[in-house]
């Protein structure tokens, strides 16, 4: 049975301040929504994150998980921002200057395992269970999709998976959130919290299949962008507008904690 920790209102609300400072690409919904997946594990294993940069999310996930039992958090990045998708390291050679500092601060970086190395070198060693699998690296199709390929295997039953930016124009992360995530009958609640697409596995697919309804609805709306993302490299003027308004239409909100909690607490 899992519950949300005492306080985690105000738990988040200081994280937020905590990790204000640290540059990165998240939005408050989406940090506080991060920090209830590390703080309500729904499986047991590891949390692993796939993509660092300078630490946000790490900070984020090692706080929530040090609510828990364990609280550890795998991170893999190289640091050097080698995808096309990545964010600019502004000149710099590697983000692990600020990444190292930034987990010193926050005063996690005995709780993080870090692998400085490409996920797919991480993937050839890698062979424990996960109970939270971040996906926040190369946002390309091929990233995404091998990212998704080499880990998703080692996801515990009752897991869940949460991949960062499907509303955002990148065609990595929608396409595999609707194509490997959606069309799967392993894989039952899900939903968007702000630009992060998130999932529950489970091992049995008719469980999964339980959760048609929807998901085929999400999976309608988000489709929708599908063709802009892949199609078109930079949109503008009035794609830009389309693209918007079709984005309007995929609840994508402040997730509500007891709400989410009943909705992954469904084990059958
Ligand atoms: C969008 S940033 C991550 C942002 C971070 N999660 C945060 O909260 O600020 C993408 C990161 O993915 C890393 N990356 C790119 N390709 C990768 C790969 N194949 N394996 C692991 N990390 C990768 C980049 O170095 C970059 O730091």
Same mark, same amino acid.
């Given at each position: 049975?899992?519950s949300? *920790?005492? +306080?985690?209102?105000n738990?988040?609300?200081r994280l937020i301040?905590t990790?204000?400072?640290?540059?990165? !690409?998240?939005?408050?919904?989406?940090?506080k929504?991060l920090? !209830?997946?590390?703080?309500? *594990?729904t499986a047991e294993g590891?949390?692993?994150e796939?993509g660092s940069?300078?630490g =946000?999310s790490?900070?984020i996930?090692a706080k929530?998980?040090s609510?828990?039992?364990k609280?550890?958090?795998?991170?893999? +990045?190289p640091?050097?921002?080698?995808?096309?998708?990545d964010p +600019?390291?502004?000149?710099q050679?590697?983000s692990s200057g600020d990444f190292?500092?930034?987990?010193?601060?926050a005063?996690?970086?005995?709780?993080?395992?870090?692998h400085?190395k #490409?996920?797919r070198?991480?993937a050839?060693i890698?062979? #424990?269970?996960?109970r939270?699998?971040?996906? +926040?690296?190369d946002?390309?199709?091929?990233g995404?999709?091998?990212?998704f390929?080499?880990? $998703?295997?080692?996801l515990s039953?009752?897991?869940i998976?949460?991949i960062?930016d499907?509303l955002h124009? %990148?065609?990595?992360?929608i396409?595999v959130?609707?194509?490997d995530?959606?069309?799967?009958?392993?894989f039952?609640p899900?939903g968007m919290?702000?630009?992060?697409?998130w999932?529950?596995?489970?091992?049995d $697919?008719?469980?999964g299949w339980?959760?048609k309804?929807? =998901?085929i =609805?999400?999976?309608?709306?988000?489709? #929708?962008?599908?063709?802009?993302?892949? !199609?078109?490299d930079?949109? =503008?003027?009035?794609t830009?507008?389309?693209?918007?308004v079709l984005r309007s239409?995929? $609840?994508?909100?402040?997730?509500?904690?007891?709400?989410?909690? #009943?909705e992954v607490? %469904?084990?059958?």
């Amino acid at each position: 049975m899992i519950s949300l *920790p005492k +306080d985690f209102e105000n738990f988040t609300a200081r994280l937020i301040e905590t990790t204000k400072n640290i540059e990165g !690409l998240l939005s408050e919904k989406e940090m506080k929504f991060l920090a !209830l997946l590390a703080a309500c *594990p729904t499986a047991e294993g590891e949390i692993l994150e796939i993509g660092s940069f300078k630490g =946000k999310s790490t900070v984020i996930l090692a706080k929530g998980a040090s609510l828990t039992a364990k609280t550890r958090v795998v991170a893999v +990045d190289p640091l050097t921002s080698p995808a096309t998708t990545d964010p +600019d390291l502004k000149g710099q050679e590697s983000s692990s200057g600020d990444f190292q500092t930034n987990l010193r601060n926050a005063g996690v970086e005995k709780h993080v395992e870090f692998h400085r190395k #490409r996920s797919r070198e991480l993937a050839k060693i890698w062979n #424990r269970d996960i109970r939270l699998l971040w996906i +926040d690296g190369d946002h390309t199709y091929a990233g995404t999709k091998s990212d998704f390929d080499m880990f $998703s295997r080692f996801l515990s039953n009752g897991a869940i998976i949460a991949i960062h930016d499907v509303l955002h124009n %990148f065609e990595g992360t929608i396409r595999v959130f609707l194509e490997d995530v959606l069309l799967s009958k392993h894989f039952g609640p899900a939903g968007m919290c702000g630009s992060i697409g998130w999932s529950q596995y489970f091992k049995d $697919s008719n469980i999964g299949w339980k959760f048609k309804h929807p =998901k085929i =609805k999400l999976y309608q709306k988000l489709s #929708r962008l599908l063709p802009y993302s892949v !199609l078109n490299d930079d949109i =503008k003027g009035f794609t830009k507008i389309k693209y918007k308004v079709l984005r309007s239409r995929i $609840s994508h909100r402040d997730a509500n904690p007891s709400k989410w909690l #009943r909705e992954v607490m %469904f084990i059958e």
